[in-house]
């Protein structure tokens, strides 16, 4: 019998290095005195364990137990609400309970999650292992662990308590700093309170300006809007800005957020779509480039970005509309199967999209530096963004507040996501990739900057353990809880800094972003991309093809 896979990451459909995980066994426990069984089972005979969720798991592989007789438990069926007490406002929920029915959930109870991700096919478990955010900087901030005031945790044991057992930790726990951002390695979360917040509205409205005041605005944007964000488009000089901020429950307004990205679409548009864009990859030209990329900014312009003012049609700005219709999206989860009429863009059935996705944050007294020395990268030369950055989304930044968890964010952030072009072949440079890599490597190295625990290439979490200063006691709760290492697998031992480096040297690495480059070899040299110095950050080491140079 074939060994069972783990699902696919999300809306990337390939780990970064390629490799398919395998597991001997999937237990799908559905109670938590299930659970407890599950991990008492594999705790007596010491074989690896992760947690799978139901729809898509991190870009790195953490949720593999590494090698081929591991064991995965999945929490899809500990999905359920297990109370809600509106006058303290807590809800309290099965850690396999996806963001969407967390929210719906809360909203009938006349509640509301203050800040969440975008994406709301993400589990409470899932989103509190890599850390998932919203976007903001007041109160607590946009991430979701900062809202939890307790949680159940089932953990390896001696064989004289059975194997596995359940610990409760309250908001005044000494442990709850390590085990709400844990990546996993702690154990399996079987219940999570969260501490809730009335009803409440917001007011939605996207502005484009020009980029020339970015750098000043990215530092001051956070504090003027509550769940501002914004997104940038290089090539273009177009900055996109979210004007997002709360209201009254009595503002008149159904608002939706429909993100495009996140819905079915037909599936022949899509797979013709991955098609042009591979077409112009191999051999379109930078003005092919550019124009492909400013059709796709105007038409989500056009489309008003997926927002409608009553879940239908979009007339005006503002979008008003409740804080579950408004706060995340992710309808392509809930469309019917129609025999693959229609498809989510990454469905793995398909051949369509297939792309890298790299979050990384800086610190917000950086950010003005950080946007600076982007926007000079761009200028010397612009049309090397539009296959970089410009063809997909371009660069969103998100704010991140500071956060007691051992492995959150040490000081008030901002949050970069990029996604962009990969190649179904291995080794197969991107056009123009010196460009994200430079970033980035500017980014994590001369603003000492942080990978998403979440999203992001082999490279980025090379010494990230250094840079968080209470890892150190992350690491004493983990050996607490799981002395062992049963819920660790290779990957985690290396971003942990147990063991050696998540870099994988070989030829193509950089290529891959599996390393940074420091020999030709390391790129494609065949085709013409050469390890050299970035164009800004010198320090940066890239592959560039040499007629770019």
Known sequence: MARPTAPSPTRTGSFTDRTICRAAKVTYPGTEQELVAAVAAVVSTKQKVKVATKHSHSIPKLACPGGDEGTLVSTARLNRTVCIDVAKRLMTVESGMVLRDLIEAAAAAGLSLPHSPYWYGLTIGGMLATGAHGSSLWGKGGAVHEYVVGLRIVTPA????????????????????????????????????????????????????????????????????????????????????????????????????DLLLFRASPTRRLIDARVAEERLQENGTDTARCTAAQQQAAAFEQRSYGFTNDGVSFTRYPVVGYQHRVQASGTCLSSPEDGLLTSCAWDPRIRGSFYYNSGFSVTLSKARAFVVDMQRLRDRNPDMFCAALDSKVGVVMRYVKASSAYLGKKKDSVDFDIIYYRSHTNGMPRVHADVVDEIEQMALRKYSGLPHWGKNRNFAYDGVIAKYPKAHEFLKVKNRYDPAGLFSNEWTDQVLGINETPNIIKKSCAIEGLCVCSSDLHCAPEQGYLCKPGKVYKEARVCSFIRDY
């Open 158 to 257: 001696p064989a004289s308590q059975g194997f596995a057992v359940v610990r409760e930790l309250g908001s005044d726990h000494p442990d709850l700093d390590a085990v709400k951002v844990s990546l996993g390695v702690l154990g399996v979360v079987s219940q999570v309170t969260l501490t809730m917040q009335p009803l409440f509205k917001r007011s939605v409205t996207m502005v484009q300006r020009d980029d020339s005041d970015m750098a000043e605005k990215v530092a001051v944007w956070g504090h003027l809007h509550e769940f501002g964000d914004m997104t940038w488009l290089p090539y273009q000089r177009k900055v996109i800005y979210r004007q997002d901020d709360r209201v009254d429950v009595s503002t008149p307004g159904n608002g939706l957020n």
